[in-house]
């Protein structure tokens, strides 16, 4: 999806994406040793669903020997793991499927039901639901946050400044005109107007994309909650 990965030691930030970025967290050693996860995690119910979590993500993530060269080369692997050794232990992970009365996904913790999430939605939710005005859902990425704001945004006032300036020194041009001057009246009143009439116009359009994003994402969660068994 041409996304660039972010190495990230954040649990919080796995498997979180942004602009051209999506940031993961490498696989700790610890958690491939069955018996550590057995003698100190397991006892743990909670605790235990968060690594189930961990763990079946990485086995979406590397399902194919192809996205096991990406990974070895990004660092998200231990560098002594081939693709055979990670196969076997991957298949520990999920169990043996073949139990019908078993389901994954009522083993492993909800927020990993979701996959991969938009940095942007989690900073809109936190910020109206948690008060977390200033950093959002993380302040490790908010420095990337307010670059990404400044790029985008500052071409735009850039471009209405120069054009207000333009505007400012056409009235000087034609003030001995009177035809000229009540046409750069009538175009003056058409410049401040049009930009108002374009914004409403851009909210319709926000507003009916965000209903269509929002309706097919309520039915493919319905769908696949379906498929879950959940």
């Known amino acids: 999806m041409s996304r660039v990965i972010v190495i ?12 051209r970025r999506i940031f993961i967290k490498p696989l700790p050693r610890y958690l491939l040793d069955i018996e550590i996860r057995n003698i100190h995690i397991e006892c743990h119910p909670e605790l235990a669903k968060c690594v189930r979590g961990l763990l079946h993500s990485y086995t979406a993530l590397f399902a194919y020997e192809s996205d096991f060269r990406i990974a070895h080369d990004e660092g ?4 002594d793991m081939d693709w055979v050794k990670w196969h076997t232990t991957a298949r520990t992970f999920v169990k043996d499927c073949s139990d019908s009365s ?3 996904y009522n083993e492993i913790d909800g927020r990993y039901l979701y996959g991969e999430l938009r940095l942007s939605r989690l900073n809109k939710i936190y910020r109206g639901l948690r008060g977390e005005l200033l950093y959002g859902y993380s302040h490790e990425t908010a420095q990337s946050l307010y670059g990404v704001f400044f790029a985008e945004n500052f071409g735009k006032v850039a ?4 054009y ?4 400012g020194l056409a009235d000087d041009l034609v003030s001995g005109n009177q035809a000229f ?3 750069y009246y009538g175009f003056a009143v058409f410049s401040i107007f049009s930009p108002l009439v374009a914004a409403l116009a851009l909210v319709a359009v926000f507003l009916l994309i965000f209903v269509a994003h929002w309706a097919r994402t309520h039915w493919n969660a319905k ?5 879950m068994g959940i």
């Open 8 to 19: 990230t030691e954040q649990i919080e930030l796995h498997l979180v994406w942004t602009k």
């Open 76 to 79: 998200l692997l231990p560098v």
């Open 102 to 104: 078993w389901n994954i």
């Open 159 to 162: 471009a209405i400044l120069a």
């Open 164 to 167: 207000s300036m333009q505007v």
């Open 181 to 183: 001057r009540k046409a």
């Open 223 to 227: 769908k696949r909650y379906e498929e």
